[in-house]
């Protein structure tokens, strides 16, 4: 079975500008969860998105959003970038995310540079 | 709101001995998932080891154990016979069982250097 892939891996923008991340999940697998994971904050939360509803949401601004598609497909946008959005961007996915404690598996990440 | 805190941010063991990392935590829930994940240079988070906190006994998957001391709220994990592919960032986690937020609460890390 395919791991979760993300995509893309490697991402330099410049200030201002808008990114879109995209992860696929394990097959099968319906929740989605991305985290943002700088030297300074470490790990933290951004959203997880279930049957392409967004069920819960971390401590960040507004320009951070994303989505999920039908197929469990799932993007992350962040708009007006600005230096501090210079982070690796994790995504994991989970079979229900929920009820049981069911294992994230995590994608390699999308290491993004903000100029 | 539930903390997770790693005191050390650097360990480093032999090959072939044994190495604890330590791990504490902060929750008022008394139902809850703790995590042992880890993280090569590669950036894969991979998952190591999982304890559920109203199992009394402590987890074990095969070199990886844990400390589970519920009434500490501490979860330190032992590496048994350290191999150089240990050698990675290892993060401790916490998940709420009950509620609507599933989210994963991490500590800052340990990275750990295993010498040959």
């Known amino acids: 079975k395919a791991g979760v892939t993300q995509t893309p891996r490697y991402l330099i923008k410049t200030r201002g500008q808008q990114v879109t991340l995209s992860c696929s999940p394990i097959s099968g697998h319906r929740s989605v969860s991305w985290y943002q994971q700088t030297p300074g904050q470490g790990l933290q939360f951004l959203f997880e998105?279930?049957?392409?509803?967004?069920?819960n949401k971390g401590n960040f601004p507004g320009r951070f959003s994303g989505r999920q598609f039908s197929n469990s497909r799932s993007e992350m946008n962040v708009s007006t970038l600005e230096l501090g959005d210079s982070a690796l961007y994790l995504c994991?996915?989970?079979?229900?995310?929920?009820?049981?404690?069911?294992?994230?598996?995590f994608g390699p990440g999308t290491r993004l540079t903000v100029l | 709101a539930q903390t997770v805190t790693q005191s050390q941010p650097e360990m480093s063991v032999q090959e072939a001995e044994t190495v604890t990392l330590s791990c504490t935590y902060d929750?008022?829930?008394?139902?809850?998932?703790l995590f042992w994940y880890k993280q090569p240079p590669s950036r894969q988070m991979i998952l190591v080891i999982r304890?559920?906190?109203?199992?009394?006994q402590n987890a074990t998957e095969n070199r990886f154990s844990v400390n589970f001391q519920k009434a500490a709220k501490s979860f330190s994990l032992k590496i048994s016979d350290s191999q150089l592919g240990d050698a990675a960032m290892y993060f401790c986690a916490y998940r709420m069982m009950r509620g609507s937020n599933y989210k994963l609460t991490f500590g800052k890390g340990t990275l750990l250097t295993v010498n040959p």
């Open positions: 304890q559920e906190a109203y199992k009394q």
């Open positions: 929750t008022s829930e008394s139902d809850y998932y």
């Open positions: 994991a996915s989970s079979l229900t995310g929920g009820v049981v404690a069911d294992t994230q598996y």
């Open positions: 998105y279930f049957s392409e509803t967004q069920r």
